[in-house]
Nanobody, 119 residues
Framework: VQLQASGGGLVQAGGSLRLSCAAS????????MYWTRQSPGNQREFVAR???????NYADSVKGRFTISRDNDKNTVYLQMNSLKSEDTAVYYC??????????????WGQGTQVTVSS
């Protein structure tokens, strides 16, 4: 199973970006999907989570600005980021709890995509 993240880049403060993360390979289903981020000198932190049937959770720092969504037919999770701030600058990672076969779940991580917000 591989997760391929894309969509990062350089954007001015107040702007928007949309990240995507597609899962590929052989698996039974995908449960929860997540976005986390890590900026230089800081620990990786939770950004957002979406369950297989839709409920979401967000870090307080991104509530009201970021939206996580998924397309189960495409095995893809998205992160729409609006009203970006300089403190959102980080490498963004997706990860997913994948049911590789009935009764066996494994967590997989994507490679990360850089988001840089200029002030």
């Amino acid at each position: 199973v591989q997760l391929q993240a894309s969509g990062g880049g350089l954007v001015q403060a107040g702007g928007s970006l949309r990240l995507s993360c597609a899962a590929s390979g052989r698996f039974f289903s995908i449960n929860d999907m997540y976005w986390t981020r890590q900026s230089p000198g800081n620990q990786r932190e939770f950004v957002a989570r979406i369950t297989s049937d839709g409920p979401t959770n967000y870090a307080d720092s991104v509530k009201g600005r970021f939206t996580i969504s998924r397309d189960n037919d495409k095995n893809t999770v998205y992160l729409q980021m609006n009203s970006l701030k300089s403190e959102d600058t980080a490498v963004y990672y997706c990860n997913a709890d994948v049911r590789v076969r009935p009764g066996v779940n494994t967590n997989y991580w994507g490679q990360g995509t850089q988001v840089t917000v200029s002030s």
